[in-house]
């Protein structure tokens, strides 16, 4: 047992008493005097800071106090359990809460900004055959899960991909556009990793001009270009994982887990890419002197037969940034 001989002021009179403080068990302090016993948790003793030679101050959660001579010794037994400053952390209710916001704001930043920047930086140095691989992967995937067949005619098929070859600024090999129907997602058009664009059926029949699709495709290449899915799916696992990490909770990972697929239909594309995306569109259609009122009429009418379809399957052209504001970005 360490004991250590003290002053002790009660904190109701000035009455000076000599006392020993016993370190009998863990976490516990006896305070032992003339007609005195008491028993404190440490947890109920805050040690004042040391200041040049004066005795150091114990004050107790009852409003007594102690004074001992400055000894290492005292720091120590009052951090039993690592640091001393750890030690009035754990037991500071409000140095907890700031230690909280702390993390929580640590947290944010690194989700807001350190995880987006770690995807960019990771989706533009995957190798070319990588990214070939994973929209190979991911289309086949589509059409397990969503896709059916397209019914287009081969006529129109030859139209569009014709279209679309002419809107490549170089002739990139391994861009190409892919027709399926989807009764599931209905009218609506993917960006794979890679360059595969994929167009429903029902957004075909939703056009009514060139010009409409032309924009839609346009976009989706802003997608290609700034290899937004990729990216979208990197940072949906990172924080997937990193939530996971923080909570403890492992069954949150099921979604870094879960097929390409599945993220990519369930998962809305962030602000920015939709905004970058449209900014791609609106460059290529005024480069080509179409109007940019026929890429505002076809998200319309996009939104409009959106709303026909079930809410948790969510697309790249929804409503995410709001079609209003999108279309009020068009105007401007
Ligand atoms: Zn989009």
């Given at each position: 047992m360490i004991s250590i001989r003290a002053k002790r002021y009660d904190g109701n009179t000035s009455k000076r008493e000599e006392v020993w403080l016993d370190w009998a068990e863990p976490g516990f302090v006896n305070l032992r005097g003339e007609n005195l016993n008491k028993?404190?948790?440490?947890?109920?003793?805050?040690?004042?800071?040391?200041?040049?030679?004066?005795?150091?101050?114990?004050?107790?959660?009852?409003?007594?106090?102690?004074?001992?001579?400055?000894?290492p010794a005292i720091d120590t037994l009052f951090a039993p359990a690592g640091s001393r400053l750890l030690h009035r952390w754990e037991n500071n209710l409000r140095y907890a809460f700031v230690a909280l916001l702390l993390t929580g704001a640590v947290v944010w930043l690194v989700m807001e900004y350190g995880i987006p920047a770690l995807s960019k930086q990771v989706a533009f140095a995957l190798p070319v055959s990588t990214e070939e691989q994973l929209g190979e992967d991911t289309l086949s995937g589509l059409d397990r899960f969503i896709f059916m067949p397209s019914k287009l005619s081969a006529a129109k098929k030859q139209q569009l991909s014709k279209i679309f070859q002419q809107m490549l600024s170089e002739p990139e090999s391994h861009y190409r556009l892919e027709f399926r129907a989807s009764p599931r997602i209905g009218a609506n058009?993917?960006?794979?990793?890679?360059?595969?664009?994929?167009?429903?059926?029902?957004?075909?029949?939703?056009?009514?001009?060139?010009?409409?699709?032309?924009?839609?495709?346009?976009?989706?290449?802003?997608?290609?270009q700034y290899r937004h899915t990729l990216r979208q799916v990197l940072q949906n696992s990172i924080s997937g994982l990193l939530i996971a990490t923080l909570t403890g909770d492992i069954l949150s990972t099921s979604s870094?887990?879960?097929?390409?697929?599945?993220?990519?239909?369930?998962?809305?594309?962030?602000?920015?890419?939709?905004?970058?995306?449209?900014?791609?569109?609106?460059?290529?259609?005024?480069?080509?002197?179409?109007?940019?009122?026929?890429?505002?009429?076809?998200?319309?009418?996009?939104?409009?037969?959106?709303?026909?379809?079930?809410?948790?399957?969510?697309?790249?052209?929804?409503?995410?940034?709001?079609?209003?504001?999108?279309?009020?970005?068009?105007?401007?």
């Open positions: 028993r404190y948790a440490l947890s109920e003793i805050q040690l004042a800071p040391p200041l040049a030679n004066l005795p150091r101050e114990l004050h107790f959660a009852d409003g007594s106090l102690c004074e001992v001579e400055p000894s058009a993917l960006a794979l990793p890679s360059g595969i664009v994929i167009m429903t059926d029902e957004l075909v029949a939703l056009a009514k001009h060139d010009e409409e699709i032309i924009a839609v495709l346009a976009h989706e290449l802003g997608h290609v870094f887990a879960a097929a390409l697929p599945t993220v990519l239909v369930q998962t809305h594309f962030a602000r920015q890419f939709e905004t970058e995306a449209d900014d791609v569109a609106v460059l290529y259609l005024r480069a080509h002197k179409i109007s940019t009122a026929h890429f505002a009429n076809i998200l319309l009418r996009l939104t409009e037969s959106h709303h026909a379809h079930e809410k948790n399957v969510t697309d790249y052209l929804s409503t995410h940034p709001s079609t209003n504001d999108r279309i009020q970005r068009l105007r401007n």
